[in-house]
């Protein structure tokens, strides 16, 4: 008998460590019912604490799954109805995000994708643990409980959205006539393995680098779709040296390949660059998840699945 | 034997009352007592051995430095200039200044560098790089450690006072030092050892400023010069002396046998010096609880006889020479002329196993 308790207390106790506990019921939850019995709606609470409800339904639709990139418009409200902000279809592109990869914030949306289809509109409700209780400039209202309603247009594979970058980038090249040599001289477009283009428009001389070398380049960084982000003059590194950290593995193949007062332009996927970088909802509070330390500083500057073009200059 | 004894203490007795009607008038001379001059001499200097717990801190201010954090290392350097992009500071500005890898200050999370995987809450984001002007945003390191110390010293008492000098040495183990600002920005500075040693030379002054029963309580300052063991380079390091104030609390078990117990304290600072021209000032305090044995070598010797355990100093005719020396009965840590049960408060019968019972026999 007392065998046959202690075994029960024990798995009693192994039970209670389980990591798959829902989370508890806050005074967020109180409110969050609240608002779905005024809906007279049902919603499913999610075992994180998220609370969803289908506003369009399509049961045909390709699930959102870990790892798929999904496109989507939102419309982002504290529960009494006051939009926050919003990205309709009226406003143009969707936006773009890897759903399962901690490349979504507020972390709440990245969970609540996982339940959607293709074609769908969610109503997601946001305890502010999984909302913006991090956000400490005050943008947001930190204790606000916030509803997400968002309609996913397309759900593809990042393989799919590469390849549609290397149509991209082919139609650039051609667009720009790259490989016409009198025009653009003095080689013609190698698109390399990796995806990478490489085009030479000033020949070198020298060695290319090796490890240890101090490097200088000049640069200017645009989308291939338009619009300049970065340009540098004289920035100096160590080859090799990894500090602060590596480059981008785009750039720094084609770097590799470069002699000194050497002319490129080195066009790079976004499997080559930033990949999915970061979705912020709303765009407008990057800067201050920054400033706390929640995403990297290149989110503000590079949105997901970006084709870059580095127009760059050996000069060391 | 018997009658050996006897004669002794005839002979003590004797001794007494000459010391009584034989006043102003050293009996030494008179009745030419031996007693070996240099005995007497050294009988005025006390050996102390002490051995115990320190607790040191480490704690410095950079100041005049930029100070430098990224994933992998920490340095200073002179905020003389305004750093370039790249810099080459020094690491271990605690003891031994190293110059560091030529690093880039750059942001690491800035285009063109790479993509962080789940970038979201990613830890690595908490431990960016960090350049701080100390002379604008005030920051230091501190930490506290362990040791030893053991300590040898002598010192020649006259009076209350005392005078003298020592050595300690003592084995400190280092632990990492904490930031006075800027916690969770800056890391812990991580010293490049374990454990290192001090030696220190110093001068003593104290005065017995107050007894109770056989308790003396001396005041003591030691003032000298300390070293540090070979993990701190010399070269790059000034210091002055150091200073330890304690209060020494002495059980005196004989006139020639003490167990001391003494707290104390210790103030010394050592600066380093940067090759570009910054210094940085280490204020190295420690607080110091010793405890130990301390003697005065007796003037006079055991008496050759192994039976005699006379309780007072007594005469004793060498059967050799036939000169009268001085000798003592008692070993060193038991009183040498005590009062009725001091030597022996407390009978062998009702120790140890008896020490419970009322009548053990």
């Known amino acids: 008998m007392y065998k046959c308790c202690s075994l029960l207390l024990l798995l009693l106790l192994i039970g209670s460590c389980s990591k798959d506990d829902p989370a508890p019921v806050t005074q967020a939850d109180t409110e969050i019912r609240s608002y779905i019995d005024s809906l007279g709606i049902s919603a499913v609470r999610d075992e994180s604490g998220i609370y969803y409800y289908a506003i369009d339904s399509n049961p045909g639709g390709v699930p959102v799954s870990p790892g798929t990139v999904v496109s989507f418009y939102y419309r982002l409200s504290d529960l009494n109805g006051g939009t926050l902000a919003s990205v309709q279809r009226s406003d143009g592109d969707s936006l773009l995000a890897k759903q399962g990869a901690s490349a979504i914030y507020p972390v709440g949306l990245d969970i609540g ?103 200088v380049l000049n640069y200017d960084a645009s989308f291939i779709s338009g619009g300049s982000f970065d340009s540098r003059s004289d920035f100096t590194f160590v080859w090799g040296a990894d500090i602060p950290r590596p480059f981008i593995p785009g750039l720094e193949f084609g770097v590799s390949r470069m002699l000194t007062g050497e002319n490129a332009l080195i066009i790079i996927p976004s499997s080559q660059g930033y990949r999915e970088s970061a979705q912020v909802i709303p765009a407008s509070i990057i800067g201050d998840l920054i400033d706390d330390s929640i995403i990297p500083d290149y989110v503000s500057t590079i949105p997901p699945y970006r084709t870059l073009i580095f127009d760059v200059t050996r000069v060391d | 034997m018997i009658t050996g004894l006897k004669r002794y203490g005839v002979l003590c007795v004797l001794c007494i009352l000459f010391v009584q009607n ?298 050799k020479t036939g000169k009268l020396k001085e000798v003592r009965g008692q070993p060193l840590w038991k009183r040498q002329n005590p009062k009725v049960g001091e030597n022996h408060r407390r009978l062998w019968r009702y120790k140890w196993k008896n020490r419970k019972k009322l009548n053990p026999y």
């Open chain 1, 113 to 215: 994708l996982s339940f959607m289809r293709s074609g769908e509109t969610f109503g997601i409700i946001l305890p502010p643990s999984l909302g913006y209780e991090q956000l400490t400039s005050g943008a947001i209202d930190p204790d606000l409980v916030t509803l997400l309603e968002v309609e996913v247009v397309g759900v593809v594979s990042e393989a799919e959205v590469f390849n549609q970058e290397l149509t991209e980038m082919s139609d650039y090249v051609s667009d720009q006539n790259l490989n016409d040599l009198v025009a653009n001289p003095v080689d013609p477009v190698e698109f390399t393995t990796s995806g990478v283009a490489y085009k030479r428009k000033r020949e070198g001389s020298g060695l290319s680098p090796i490890n240890g070398d101090s490097i």
């Open chain 2, 22 to 319: 034989v006043s102003g008038q050293s009996i030494y001379e008179k009745y030419d007592i031996y007693r070996s001059p240099f005995r007497v001499f050294i009988n005025k200097f006390s050996f102390t051995l002490t051995t115990g717990y320190s607790r040191n801190t480490y704690a410095h201010d950079l100041s005049g430095v930029f100070f430098y954090q990224d994933p992998v290392s920490q340095f200073v350097f002179s905020n003389g200039e305004n750093p370039g992009p790249t810099i080459t500071g020094f690491t271990d500005w605690l003891n031994n200044p190293q110059p560091g890898v030529e690093t880039s200050i750059e942001n690491p999370f800035l285009v063109p560098f790479d993509y962080l995987a789940n970038p979201v809450n990613n830890p690595l984001l908490g431990n960016q790089t960090l350049l701080v002007d100390t002379d604008s945003i005030p920051l230091g390191f501190r930490g506290v450690s362990g040791g030893i110390p053991v300590s040898l010293n002598l010192h020649y008492n006259f009076l209350d006072f005392r005078i003298g000098g020592g050595f300690t040495w003592e084995r400190q183990f280092v632990r990492e030092l904490e930031p006075t600002s800027l916690q969770g920005q800056v890391r812990n500075y991580q010293p490049n050892f374990k454990s290192t040693s001090y030696t220190r030379f110093y001068g003593l002054v104290g005065y017995r400023f107050y007894q109770f029963w056989t308790y003396d309580f001396v005041a003591e300052l030691m003032v000298g010069k300390f070293g540090q063991g070979k993990q701190f380079d010399g070269s790059a390091i000034s210091k002055g002396l150091f200073t330890n104030f304690g209060i020494s609390i002495e059980n005196n078990w004989s006139e020639y046998f003490r167990v001391i117990i003494k707290p104390s304290i210790d103030f010394k600072k050592h600066t380093i010096n940067l090759p570009d021209g910054a210094t940085i000032s280490h204020r190295t305090p420690s607080f110091f609880i010793q405890v130990g044995l301390s003697i005065n070598i007796p003037e006079i010797p055991r008496s050759p006889m192994k039976s005699d355990h006379v309780q007072l100093k007594h005469i004793y005719t060498d059967p």
